[in-house]
Structure formats: structure tokens, C-alpha cells
């Protein structure tokens, strides 16, 4: 391995002694620093523009140090996670990314990914988004465990490179969520499709209610309206901006949901096969839960992967587009550092067709 | 009071030695017919058309008897509840109202109510619906407090007995239920929108994510999602028929939420006031929730009633329209039958308005 390759060591430095920062020290940037330290026993330093929060997150056991700026936090940093309002991440990404070492990885956890990408041409930066988060906001509401279990998105850009995408990778992993790589652009559709247009819905179902009700004061509110409604209105500067941030994919999606609406209609106006119909969408809903629950115990998949930029990305992209979470993940590189060998954790079930995936990507 | 008078009498057989009969035994019919037993001390008569259903309710101690048919189990019974699915509601009401004495109440429990209340002529009808049920069905997972705090409304049609209505009235709380009277057309209007409009929707949404997904295999349901589609695809025969009986106030609704939807899109294109239409919509909200929610002690409203026909409905509809819920309601004769007094229970935070109300009906 040369200094100066662009895929850089393959050692990985993350665990006890790893220093991790994070720029925006609320729910979500302290809940990631909490696990830092707790479970990782990572060093974590820490940077939030409004006055003493800082000093209230180290005050909470939630990070090591208060740094004054975000360049003072990230300096001597293995991983930092930018977690700023929607409307703030880029310039805060690109001060991380002017002040942290050249082979640090830097992350967000903003909700839209596609635009950001794009705009964020650096190589140390991976797109993240945690699907986790809470009705309350704050780091006093941080929890160490808030990402138990949660799919934690990674948007590796084409020919990112494999070692930082693997520390970012162990890092999310070392927090407790499952990362699952995906292309950005995907990521916005589906974000799209299973939060952003849901929460539009919402809104769009209580107006209707509220107008069905007029001024009648009669209780109509049951469990399923009440399940159905609870985003409405969620947070609202935080929303707006949200469908501000993804409003392309948004739009696409709420376009798609009205001509289904007229065909439902149609199918209920003429009250032909409107049971079929109900039955379909059940089993979809079903598929839809499934996807990525698959459990089990683990198997080992090794290759050895030629040391050039993107090859892991692409590999746990094409894994996580055929629904195999990888659960863990290590490189080793090769003595002459010409290649690594990269070991993957797959649920049994999923064993051999995570092999013939590993050979099609890198034959 | 004098025989054939429409009005009856103003004595009220609800309570210990009280005869009810419940035309269908599964989920429904059989928790009421558990908590008519347990908490009214009622004697309950039951038939269902499944083979040894009757028995088998016998059995789980839901009936005191099991009838051979449907004319049996009414012929000497105080109060009818008709808990059959929705396709066969009108028939089984019919064979009730056949063989029911002439001074009993017959009810149902169907999820529509106009059509029904257009449909059955006979004065001993007074249509209701209780907001509850669970997933499962089967009298094998009837409770007696299937009903506990639940709204259950009851749709009296014009002139409607008021004996046969706070004997209905009484029964319904009795169960632990919270009666609602609300007029038939306005209850269908309520139900598309706030049940059978979200139950539509969840099956779009499901459909526009599943296309988003395509044929990759990433988990992308969150918490919102689950939630906002809980009901897609619910129990496909009982939701065609729901769909099918109240098919014109649930096109209305859909029609009306494809408009709004269309101006949300508008909005969202747009980018201009995105976060106040957030935070209406979780104002709007709050508001639906808190409607019928209001608690504390209460008062009684008592007033000198007219015997005519359909003043207590009218002023059972006047106080819920008013969101004024009628916690407890009692009736007695004057000496010389050609009046009554009336005693509502109604929280003291709404006495005073119960009293303008009740004299405005009155008046």
C-alpha cells in the first residue's frame, strides 16, 4: 500500500481508542455519542452551535469533550457524524470535511441523501440515515440504545472507497443499528414512498375527517384513524423542511398514490373485485414487513477483493439490494497491500447466494 | 299511559331479570351477550346459523340458552342485538322484528346505518354500532369488556320511541359502552371518513411502496409506515361488504381526499407555507382526539318531557351534535301517563349548555 491510494490502509481503526466526533450534539448526535463511548469505547469530541450544549452533553457522560468550532472537534478524528438539521448539514459536512485528517470518514444523518451526494464531492464522505428517532428532541433525551436494532442506511458514492466504507460500516454496527447500503438515489424514492408520502397522507386524511365532522362535536376518532393520523403534523419545521429536501422523489410518489386512489375508486364504484383487491394488499403489506427480517444464525462469506476504490461499496450494495444484511465485516489486507481479503457475516440462509453475488462483482 | 300508545310505557325492564337476545354468536355478539350476563344480570337467549355455534356459546357461559332459530330466541325478549355480518344484517333484523313482542327494542351492530334505517320501517328498530372489535374472531374471543369505554352509536330515525330509546341507551352503557346517538346519513359520512377512507388509503400506500421497492430487497418499513398501514388488506370478505354497504359516503370522501391531496402536491411543488399546513394539520388533529374526550364530574340535567314520540332521541341527538355525551339517562312517568320526567347525567362542565339545549328541543 502506497501513501497517497486512494483506498488507503486497510487497518480500521474502530473500537477502544477510536476517536469518533459529532458535529450537532442533540436526540440523535447524542444518542450516537453515547453509544460511541459505551460500546465502542470510542474517544468522542463533540461541536453543536447552540450555546453549552456542548457542555451539557459532556455534563451527561455523552461526550469526552466540547470542542469550540466544528474544525477543533473533527481534527484528530477516525469518523465524524454530522447530525444537523436537514437545512444546515452541507455547510456543516463541509467544514468537517476542510478541518478532519485525509483518512477519516465523514457521515450525516439527514433523511434525503440524493442532493447531498451530489453536492458533497469529497471522498471521505458517506451518506448515512439512521431510522431511529424519538417524538422528543434533545440531548437530554439521548439514549445510548436508540439505534437498537435500526436500519441505518449507507449511500456509498460510485468508487467510494472500501476502507472507510467498512469503518463507517463497523462503526453504525458498534452503535446497534443494522446498516443496509443503498444507492442514494434509491434511498430517496423509498424514503419517499414509505415515510415522507405517509406523513403527507396523514395530513391530507385528518383535513378530510375534521371536514366530514363539521361542527358536530361527536367522537368518531377510533384506534385504526388514530394509528393512521399519528405523524400528522409531526414537528413541523423539521417536516417542512424534509419535503423540502426530497421534494422530486416526493412528488413522483404523491402523483403515483393519486392515480391509485382513482383506480381504487373506480374499482369500488363498480364493486367488482374489490375483495381480491383487499386480499392483495394484505399480502403486500405482508412482503413488504418481511423484507430484511430474515434472522437466523450466520455464515462466513471470504474473497479477496483487489485493492481499488468502490469494490466494497459495490459489494454490500449488490448484497443489500438481494435483501442479505451484512451483520458484520472486516478487510485484511494482503502482505504485498496489493489486495485485501474481505470476510462478510450473512444469515445461513442467505450463505450461497452472497457467494455467487461476491463472485459476479468481482469476477 | 294508555295501550297502543307509541310511546309505551315509561318503565324500563334493563337489569336483573332483564330478557335479551343476540342473533349471532361470534366475536361481537358474543362478548355482548358475556357482558349483558355479567353486568346487567340479564337472562340471554342466542342463535347463530353456524351448527352448534348456540351451544357452543352456551358453553363459554355467553347464552343462557341456545335457540333453534332466530324467532325463538326474540319471542320473549326485552332488547334484540342482531350481531350478524354486514350482508345479512337486513334479513336476520326482519326475522327479528317477525316474532320480537310488541314494546321490545331491536338493534344491530353493522358498520352503515343509513340504508338500513331507510330499509326497516318498523319503529322497534333503532340502528347502532360500537367502535370495537380485534383482529380475531370467533365467540371463543368474546370478553365482557370488549366494550369498555368504546363509542356506540345509536342512529334512532325520526319520531323514534323514547322508551324503546333510553331503554336501548341503557343496555349500550350497561355493557360499558359509551352510547352515541348521531342521525343514520351522519354517521355513514363519519365512518368513510374516519375508518373506511383510511382503510382505502393504507391499501394505496402499500401499492405505491411496494412499487417503489421493485425487485430490490431492502427494508424500509419504519415505525410511521407500519402504523399507516396496519388495516391494509383487513379481513378481504368483511371489508368488501363494509365497503360495498356504505359505497356512496365513501366515494364522496375518497374524491374529496384526491382533491386535497392535489393541493398538498400544489403546495409541496410550490415550497410556500409548508410548515404552517404541517402545524394545522397536527392542530386539526388534537382537535378530533380531544372531541368527546371531556371527563369530570358529573351533573344531572332533569326536564319535563312531552309523551310524544322521538323527544328523547331528539334530545339524545342534540346533545351529542353538541359533543355533549349523555353519560346515564332515566326516565319516569307522571301519574297521569302524559308525561314524563327525564334525567340526563352529563359532565358539569357541559350542565349548563345541556340545559339551554334541552330547553331549545323542549321549547
Redesign the interface.
Known sequence: MTAGDDEGSFESPVGPGARIAVLGVGLIGGSVALAARERLGARVSGWDPVPHAPEVAVARAALDEAAPDAASAVREADAVVVAAPVGAVHDVLTAALAAVPEDAVVTDVASTKGSLVAAVGDRRYIGGHP?AGAEVAGVEHARADLFDGA?WYLTPREGASGILFERLHRVVAGLGA?P?A?RPE?HD???????H?????????????????GD???????P??????????????L??SI??AN?EA??T??????E???T??DL??A?DG????????????R???D???TGGALSEVRAVVPNRPGVIADLALTL?????NIHDMSLSPSPDGRSGEVALWVADVHADRARELVEEVLG
Chains 1, 2 share one sequence.
Do not use: C, K
Request: aromatic share 6%; hydrophobic share 55%; proline share 4%.
Open positions: 431510522l436500519t443494522v443496509s443503498i434509491v424514492r423509498l424514503m419517499a414512498a414509505f415515510s408520502l405517509p406523513h403527507v397522507v396523514a395530513n391530507a386524511l385528518v383535513a378530510q375527517a375534521a371536514d366530514a365532522l358536530e362535536a361527536i367522537p368518531a376518532t377510533g385504526s384513524f388514530r394509528d393512521m393520523t399519528r405523524v400528522a403534523g409531526a414537528n413541523p419545521p417536516w417542512a419535503y423540502g421534494r416526493l412528488l410518489s404523491l402523483d403515483g398514490l393519486i391509485r386512489l382513482g381504487a375508486r369500488l364504484a364493486g374489490v375483495e381480491s383487491w383487499q386480499a392483495d394488499s394484505g399480502r403486500r403489506r412482503a413488504l414487513l423484507v430484511g427480517l443489500s439490494r438481494a435483501g442479505i
